[in-house]
């Protein structure tokens, strides 16, 4: 059982350098979504996605693009890379609805230079 | 300021304690509301879904006031194990988080 997969695990950026964080999740999920973590932050919501064709913006959405071309891939794309974008990255996903969990992927440490 | 804000850490607990978290949101038209475990970084966890009649899972209960926009995570007879970080976490539409609160029980 995959369940939800981020690669790459580890990332490390030049600033200005462009990237693209890769979700897939195998559960038929209609809703998925990017978090990001920093210390004392808690998970703060990037950009979701309530189906395919579908997304929209989270708490902090700037410097990030997303496209949900398909219900099982949520790509994450930093076009110029900063080091305000230096993080861990979750995706997750999970059926819609109020009381649907959340299933994580493993997540990704980014850091730009 | 943030939509869904926790109390701050880190709380500090010897075993046995019981210990409450408080969250609070400002989005009136939530729908459903939770609370999660992360682990040292790792990805966060459900640990119980929260009900408007309150509910309970062993030494967990879990609270929700509508009136006042928060809910509440109890926790009796700590045990080591439950060392982590607790995030709360509400539904208007788009999950949105806490900041997280630490908790480390000591022997």
């Known amino acids: 059982n995959a369940g939800v997969t981020q690669t790459p695990k580890f990332q490390v950026l030049k600033t200005g350098q462009s990237m693209t964080l890769q979700c897939a999740q195998d559960?038929?999920?209609?809703?998925m979504s990017w978090y990001r973590q920093d210390p004392g932050m808690g998970l703060r919501l990037i950009h979701y996605s309530v189906g395919a064709g579908i997304t929209d913006q989270g708490e902090v959405p700037n410097g990030y693009n997303v496209s949900r071309s398909t219900t099982e891939d949520f790509p994450l794309r930093l076009l110029s890379a900063a080091p305000s974008q230096t993080s861990v990255y979750f995706c997750a996903s999970s059926y819609v609805g109020p009381n649907e969990k959340l299933f994580f992927g493993s997540g990704t440490q980014l850091s730009v230079l | 300021r943030k939509e869904v804000e926790q109390d701050p850490g880190p709380f500090n607990v010897p075993e046995g304690a019981t210990v409450a978290f408080n969250c609070t949101y400002s989005?009136?038209?939530?729908?459903?509301f939770f609370w999660y475990r992360q682990d040292c970084r790792k990805e966060p966890k459900l640990l119980m879904s929260?009900?408007?009649s309150g509910n309970e899972d062993g030494r967990f209960t879990a609270q929700l006031n509508r009136a006042s926009q928060y809910i509440s995570l109890l926790i009796r007879d700590s045990k080591l194990s439950d060392s982590a970080t607790y995030l709360c976490a509400v539904n208007g539409g788009k999950l949105i988080f806490g900041q997280g609160t630490e908790l480390s029980v000591k022997p």
């Open positions: 559960m038929n999920h209609e809703y």
């Open positions: 989005n009136s038209a939530s729908q459903s």
């Open positions: 929260v009900y408007s």
